[in-house]
């Protein structure tokens, strides 16, 4: 009697295959889902950095008359966590052989993620800012492009970007931080020159 009640209780092989297959397609269906939500929430710290970078700014561009020579010089005066420089997005943590526009290691050893507007040849070419150091008040006052993050999107870094675009075969959003420390998304294949500070 109490043989046959195990052997009720006991799962068959199939059942068993059924109930991994079930779990499996559950965990395929449910995947791309999580993936999009650790996605939007990296862009969420990305943007709160981006305006915590913003803000700072503000106050270096009142202390010292004009904007900083580049992002990491706000470290540590004006942010004291290095950690804000860094997108979670880039696969690289800010550690990037880079130049002026993307610092990358050049003048902080933890990294920057974000690039300076600013120093970038084709900002001063649409007239954005003024040449480096004396940058100037910026073309469109507050709404002027100040850094951007565009690792929401790319997966390394090109150095030698020879294109007036957002960034070289780019499919997807840039966020731009401007001058008066708002964030907005730019489409990354938009042209430059097609920019406009109200987004039409």
């Known amino acids: 009697m109490q043989g046959r009640s195990l052997r009720a209780a006991a799962f068959t092989l199939v059942e068993v295959l059924v109930a991994v297959g079930i779990i499996v397609i559950l965990v395929a269906l449910l995947f791309p889902a999580f993936v999009k939500v650790r996605a939007v929430a990296k862009q ?13 700014m503000l106050i270096y561009a009142e202390d010292n008359g004009g ?11 004006y942010l004291s966590n290095p950690a804000v420089f860094l997108c979670p997005s880039d696969p690289a943590a800010g550690k990037h052989d880079a130049d002026e526009y993307m610092e990358g290691r050049l003048h902080l050893a933890s990294g920057v993620s974000y690039t300076y507007i600013p120093n970038w040849k084709y900002a001063t070419e649409l007239g954005w800012w003024g040449r480096p150091p004396r940058y ?3 073309k469109y006052g507050d709404s002027t492009p100040l850094a951007m993050c565009h690792w929401h999107w790319a997966k390394r870094w090109i150095r030698e970007i020879d294109a007036p675009v957002w960034g070289i075969n780019a499919k997807g959003w840039v966020i731009v931080l401007d001058a008066g420390a708002s964030v907005r998304k730019v489409r990354a294949e938009m042209p430059l020159g097609e920019f406009s500070p109200t987004g039409d």
Do not use: F
């Open 44 to 56: 969420a710290i990305c943007i709160g950095q981006l305006r915590q970078i913003g803000m700072a």
């Open 67 to 77: 904007l900083a020579p580049h992002l990491s010089t706000l470290y540590p005066a």
């Open 136 to 138: 100037g008040e910026g």
